[in-house]
């Protein structure tokens, strides 16, 4: 996996952006890791995601400039282990020597055990969904840096998160939620970009959307993963992919989505609408 490069970049990739004093987001092409840590604070910070394949260095550059040269985070967080979330966590794990901690149910697909079904191109969508076929869906093997988030709901090294089981998109995604300060990092629980259609993807025009089709595997799931995090009505949402959504525009949009999200979310056809294929 981290030797494919995936041919498509949106207008923002590479442009860092502080969403808070200790909240920073990363857009790699077409998906957005986040560095969760004040640099005032330079050794106590966490990685959440890990990009596309071919991006450790982005990554590493990044880092150093937030936090300082030979500042490593504290461990590596995923949402979920599909190959845009976990494209570089390989390098970046043999660079950094830092665990890794993920959903139990993404396990084997972290361990080696499993590869993900296979993008579905059949589904309704534009050329992205088109282009999937590309799109790797192998397990990786990260051996015993890989753990899974503690059953408590607590993050590691996180302090005031907490994990929030979100499936649908995979069995184990999870969404990260802070209560001080209503903050979220969702990952593709949901997303604010039509990742489906190529030119919304590079042009990154903003709009509320259910996860990306062409990976989803079971929408009744999704969708009531959508409810739960509507109901912790959060002010600032980091989406896996397109732009940070805050305040009223993210409380609208997100109750229109939990509304509509038949008609806004779930195609009108493809391999996993109406569990036909699971």
Known sequence: MKDRLIPVTSISSG????LTPDIH???IQVVNVCFVGSPVHPHDWVLVDAGMPKSADDILATAQELYGENNKPKAIILTHGHFDHVGAVEELVEHWDVPV???ELEMPYLTGEMDYPEPDTSVEGGMVAKMSRMFPNEGIDLGSHVHPLPADGSVPHMPGWQWVHTPGHTQGHVSFFRESDRSLIVGDAFITVKQEYLFKVLTQEQEISGPPRYLTT???????????LEA???NLAVTGHGYPMA???LTENLAKLNREFDTIAIPDHGRFVDNDDK
């Open 101 to 103: 901690y993920a959903h």
């Open 232 to 234: 912790l009505k959060p």
């Open 247 to 249: 305040g009223e525009e």
């Open 218 to 228: 079971d929408w009744d799931t999704a969708w009531e993963s959508v409810r739960k």
């Open 25 to 27: 987001c990363l857009p």
């Open 15 to 18: 442009i860092e952006q502080p």
